[in-house]
């Protein structure tokens, strides 16, 4: 019987995934296209701008019962005309799965959509925790000066829908308005 090392570690001050089993992507800007509400200020933009990173522990087949995932994002400061800078934000294919998040450290807004287009926020910062039920969409900005690192936990079953809200969108936007965010309608 022997006793091995992890192949994977979290880095707990950064948030940051280490091993060879570690997903990596990335999104710029050139990326997301038709996220942000001024369409003609985002392309106006340098388009090779890192917008967000995400790293993912997977250890099992994605769409499997009964495991669970790991990772964090990394969403860099900055907006887009009003709009602060966004992950695309999704469903979970299997409606019914819930989701943990918790803040690393930055500020950020973890704004949730159920199916009925309500929309509501949590304010994101270190050490905070929060659940994002089944049936509900969910993105996060980044409304700080620095780096806003997060860490997830979701089932390996959820999947992840971005179609839903590629084609319809957040019934919600967050901006900036006199310094301060806030959600507007879409």
């Not at 294919?93 to 199916?115: A, F, H, P, R």
């Not at 929309?119 to 620095?146: C, D, F, L």
Request: glycine residues 10%.
């Amino acid at each position: 019987m022997a006793i091995v090392q992890p192949s994977v570690f979290l880095k707990l001050q950064s948030g940051k995934l280490t091993g060879d089993q570690v997903l990596k992507s990335q999104k710029k800007l050139k990326d997301l296209e038709g996220v942000f509400q001024d369409e003609q200020i985002r392309a106006a933009l340098p388009q090779e701008s890192l917008i967000y990173e995400v790293q993912a522990f997977m250890p099992i087949a994605e769409g499997k019962s009964g495991g669970l995932f790991f990772g964090n994002s990394t969403i860099y400061p900055g907006k887009i005309g009003a709009e602060y800078h966004m992950t695309r934000g999704h469903f979970h294919s299997n409606l019914d799965t819930g989701e943990y998040y918790w803040g690393v450290k930055g500020e950020g807004i973890l704004i949730m959509m159920d199916e009925d287009r309500n929309v509501w926020a949590e304010e994101m910062s270190e050490g905070s925790v929060h659940y994002i039920p089944g049936k509900v969409a969910h993105r996060v900005a980044n409304v700080g000066e620095e780096l806003l690192v997060f860490n997830a936990c979701w089932p390996s079953d959820a999947g992840h829908d971005y179609a839903t809200i590629a084609e319809k969108g957040f019934a919600a936007r967050l901006v900036e308005v006199d310094g301060e965010p806030k959600l507007v309608d879409s």
